[in-house]
């Protein structure tokens, strides 16, 4: 089991960027997907990113596409997620998971993953 620590959230104005970080404690080496996922007040939790361990590929929700980046610092158990252009929209509460397994689908199902972090808000606004 890991444990997740959050950082790097805050009130942003719109077209700015943040990057949150997520440190793992904890031994990380069958851990396959890495995910984030954020919950706005009245919906469901869903996918932002998902970076497989074992191939290296990433996957965005259409929201965030070309916006967000995922990225991940073996040596320092960090996983982070560049915000740029940010929008009202984007305000949420984010969260970092990691799971021991991976399938394709996996960015945006969150029930796939085991370990989860704090959650972190992020507001944009004016």
């Known amino acids: 089991q890991l444990q997740l620590v959050q950082s790097g959230g805050g009130l942003v104005q719109p077209g700015g960027s943040l990057r949150l970080s997520c440190v793992a404690s904890?031994?990380?080496?069958?851990?396959?997907?890495i995910g984030w996922f954020r919950q706005a007040p009245g919906k469901e939790r869903e996918g932002v990113a998902c970076?497989?361990?074992?191939?290296?590929?990433?996957s965005y929700a259409d929201s965030v596409k070309g916006r967000f980046t995922i990225s991940r610092d073996t040596a320092k158990n960090t996983v982070y997620l560049q915000m740029n252009s940010l929008q009202p929209e984007d305000t949420a509460v984010y969260y970092c998971?990691?799971?021991?397994?991976?399938?394709?689908?996996?960015?945006?199902?969150?029930?796939?993953?085991?370990?989860w972090g704090q959650g972190t808000q992020v507001t944009v606004s004016s």
């Open positions: 998971a990691f799971g021991r397994g991976y399938v394709a689908t996996m960015w945006n199902r969150p029930s796939l993953y085991d370990d």
């Open positions: 904890g031994f990380t080496l069958y851990y396959y997907a």
């Open positions: 970076f497989s361990t074992s191939d290296g590929i990433t």
